[in-house]
């Protein structure tokens, strides 16, 4: 048990003290024009694959309601 909190405790010792190294300053200057598009572009693309993913699951919860409305009817 006390290897395991030594081990933990250096650990999160390492891993506090290797932040700094990860910290990098912010480029100099703004998002350009082609930053912006491909952005945008990549927003098109998930907004349009949320329609096909809306329209499956409300097909699924139809289909499941059906079924169960289907079998009661036929008691």
């Known amino acids: 048990m006390k290897a395991i909190a030594r081990t933990s ?11 700094s190294a990860f910290a990098a300053g912010s480029a100099s200057g703004g998002s350009g024009l082609l930053v912006w ?8 693309i998930v907004a349009t694959q949320l329609v096909p993913a809306v329209m499956l699951v409300i097909g699924i919860a139809k289909g499941v309601t059906a079924s169960s409305e289907a079998t009661e009817a036929g008691k």
Do not use: H
Request: overall charge neutral; glycine content about 16%; hydrophobic content about 65%.
């Open 9 to 19: 405790l250096l650990t999160t010792g390492l891993l506090t003290l290797a932040t």
């Open 37 to 44: 598009l491909f952005l945008g572009f990549f927003g098109l």
